[in-house]
């Protein structure tokens, strides 16, 4: 009677792994990575950039110039800090100005760190500048 027994209770068995529980663990891993998770606002600058057609030499004259060398930041040859480099720029007007009149040419060395060059970019483009970046030729 007792191989009986055995016979019945492996005939049971199928060998299939049991999966009613999937969905309720995939629910709670759902519900965790929306608990842990943060949502982080990414911070950005947009930026009209000029066509990049040359322009009559008078208005090059005119261009108000950047030159960003490693954390300093000249305006027009004159070393300004952020704060008075966003008063200097909000002085020109720029709102008011025609579009070709609103181009800053932007000049970084290679050792200036990013967090100085978005600093420029954003004081610019808030002030409702277009930024002309300029790169050195090789």
């Given at each position: ?51 990049g ?19 300093e ?41 990013y ?24």
């Amino acid at each position: 009677m007792f191989k009986r027994r055995k016979q019945k209770e492996k005939k049971h068995h199928t060998g299939e792994i049991p999966t009613g529980s999937f969905s309720d663990i995939a629910f709670l891993l759902i519900i965790y990575f929306l608990v842990a998770t943060t949502l982080v606002k990414v911070q950005s600058v947009t930026a009209d950039l000029p066509t990049g057609e040359k322009q009559a030499d008078a208005q090059v004259d005119k261009t108000p110039v950047v030159n960003l060398r490693g954390t300093e930041i000249f305006f027009s040859d004159k070393k300004v800090s952020v704060e008075n480099f966003n008063a200097r720029l909000a002085a020109l007007k720029l709102a008011e100005q025609p579009p070709e009149n609103r181009v800053i040419m932007l000049e970084s060395t290679k050792d200036t760190p990013y967090e100085v060059y978005f600093q420029a970019l954003a004081a610019i483009s808030s002030n409702h500048g277009v930024v002309a970046i300029v790169e050195e030729e090789e």
